[in-house]
């Protein structure tokens, strides 16, 4: 069975670019999962997706950040303009199970580097 | 919010048996425990989770007091490949449980030949 896969690993853009990081879950996996940890800090939650819909998004940082999950599938993450704190490495996670089971499914992440 | 708190490192020797221990005293009648290991440049992998008592898998057991305040992670006989960051998380105490998980610190195991 495919774990999750992010896309790309790495990415180095300019402040004020924009990125798009995507996340396919593991195939069935209705919950989907955002976090990011930036330099020196703790993984932090970001937004939790079921099917294609956002069911908790309380952790985005700003409205900078966009994330989609096209027909319940594969998740995208847009930061747009990117700023300089937003590099960090940011993970995607999938689960079957919402609470009270908390196992879920990491992908390796894509560390964003903005300059 | 159940606040975990854990030792920031630990280190230990191959064939060593490691508990790592997590309180937890604001944990919610419904919460679970739930431990998460993560080793460099790839995400965190669950290892194990429980609602009292013990727990045992092929990695790990999880011993939760009557009170469940605090909780005890494990390993038995480790090796180098052990050597991670490990997390305790419980659940989100209160409404609006939707299954995001909140990271500590962790704690760093050290594990040297």
């Known amino acids: 069975e495919a774990g999750v896969t992010q896309f790309p690993s790495h990415s180095v853009i300019e402040k004020g670019q924009t990125v798009t990081l995507r996340c396919d879950p593991i195939?069935?996996?209705?919950?989907l999962y955002w976090y990011r940890r930036v330099m020196g800090k703790e993984i932090k939650f970001l937004l939790h997706?079921?099917?294609?819909?956002?069911?908790?998004e309380s952790g985005m940082p700003n409205n900078r950040f966009l994330a989609e999950r096209t027909g319940g599938t594969y998740s995208t993450l847009k930061v747009q303009p990117a700023e300089l704190e937003d590099s960090g490495v940011y993970f995607c996670?999938?689960?079957?199970?919402?609470?009270?089971?908390?196992?879920?499914?990491f992908g390796p992440g894509t560390r964003l580097t903005v300059t | 919010l159940a606040k975990t708190t854990q030792p920031i490192s630990m280190d230990s020797y191959e064939g060593q048996e490691v508990n790592i221990t997590c309180s937890h005293n604001?944990?919610?009648?419904?919460?679970?425990i739930t431990w998460y290991q993560q080793f460099p440049s790839q995400g965190p992998r669950f290892i194990i989770q429980?609602?009292?008592t013990k727990v045992t898998n092929e990695v790990a057991s999880l011993f939760i007091p009557a009170d469940r305040k605090s909780s005890t992670l494990s390993l038995p006989r480790v090796s180098l490949s052990d050597t991670a960051v490990y997390y305790c998380?419980?659940?989100?105490?209160?409404?609006?449980?939707?299954?995001?998980?909140?990271f500590g610190q962790g704690t760093t195991l050290q594990v040297k030949p």
């Open positions: 996670a999938s689960s079957q199970d919402q609470y009270p089971y908390y196992e879920q499914y």
């Open positions: 195939s069935g996996h209705d919950n």
């Open positions: 997706f079921v099917k294609e819909s956002k069911q908790d």
């Open positions: 604001n944990i919610a009648t419904n919460d679970y």
């Open positions: 429980g609602y009292k």
């Open positions: 998380l419980v659940g989100l105490k209160g409404s609006g449980n939707t299954g995001k998980l909140i």
